[in-house]
């Protein structure tokens, strides 16, 4: 099923139930989505499994960051908002790698990749980017890879 088709149904479901918070949720995800597929120069087979998850892991990064600066401005009602959508939205994500299993599949990047320090940042941050889209955010990914290229006893 279609990421379109399954929010069209959560957010019939949302209405049912009345769940103004997921309802809200559903629908910012669903125009995404139709924001996406208007789009010029978008398919007109609608978005790929790809695109899907890029829009929400967008989203899933929007609602983080807007609670961060909520949290930062006290205002706890707003932040309590934007991670009750985030937990939303996450559940259309793919299981997020644990930190023993994403730097397991880092190290083992590096090592394909034959980066020797942090000069090769680069290098194996692209393969990283690509291999572990959806399973892993971006920021964690690059602290993660800094680390283990300082530190070369790994």
Sequence with gaps: MALKDTIDAGIKQAM?????TRLTALRSIKSQILLAETAEGASTTGLSADQELKLLNKAAKQRRESAATYKEQFRSDLEETELAELAIIEEFLPQQ???GDLVQKLVDIIQRTGAKGPSDLGKVMGV?????????DGKRISEVVN???NNTDF
């Excluded at 049912?16 to 103004?20: E, G, Q, S």
């Excluded at 990283?128 to 892993?136: D, F, I, T, V, Y």
């Design 97 to 99: 790698l644990s930190e």
């Design 147 to 149: 680390m283990l290229l």
């Design 128 to 136: 990283a980017a690509r291999e572990l889209s959806g399973q892993a």
């Design 16 to 20: 049912l139930a009345k769940d103004k």
